[in-house]
Nanobody, 114 residues
Framework: QVQVVESGGGLVQAGGSLRLSCAAS???????MCWYRQAPGKQRELVAT???????IYTDSVKGRFTISRDNTKNAVYLQMNSLKPEDTAVYYC?????????WGQGTQVTVSS
C-alpha cells in the first residue's frame, strides 16, 4: 500500500521561509512529484512540479520564491518557500504520480501572517 506523507507546515510571518517535505512509501514507481495548494474558498491549484528527470515547473505566482527538489532514492520531494506572502496561506498537498494512478498526501497547513 502506498502512503504519501507531508510535513513542515506551520505559521510564519510575511517575508519568512518554510520548507515542506513529502515522502512516498510502498511499492511505487514515481514519475512526477508535485505540490498543490488549496486556500479557503478556492480551487486546488498546482504550485510546482518536478519530473523524474529533474525538470521543474512553477506557477507564475511563486516563481523566484519557491524551489522544488526531489530525492529519487527516497521517493521524496521538497518545497523551499522563501519570501512568503499572506496569499500563500493554504493547505499544501503533495502528489506522487505513479504509472497507473496518483497518490495524495493528507496536506499540511501553511499560514503566513501579515
Amino acid at each position: 500500500q502506498v502512503q504519501v506523507v507531508e510535513s513542515g507546515g506551520g505559521l510564519v510571518q510575511a517575508g519568512g521561509s518554510l520548507r515542506l517535505s513529502c515522502a512516498a512509501s510502498g511499492s511505487i514507481f514515481v514519475n512526477a512529484m508535485c505540490w498543490y495548494r488549496q486556500a479557503p474558498g478556492k480551487q486546488r491549484e498546482l504550485v510546482a512540479t518536478n519530473t523524474r528527470g529533474g525538470y521543474t515547473i512553477y506557477t507564475d505566482s511563486v516563481k523566484g520564491r519557491f524551489t522544488i527538489s526531489r530525492d529519487n532514492t527516497k521517493n521524496a520531494v521538497y518545497l523551499q518557500m522563501n519570501s512568503l506572502k499572506p496569499e500563500d496561506t493554504a493547505v499544501y498537498y503533495c502528489k506522487a504520480a505513479g504509472i497507473r494512478e496518483d497518490y495524495w498526501g493528507q496536506g499540511t497547513q501553511v499560514t503566513v501572517s501579515s
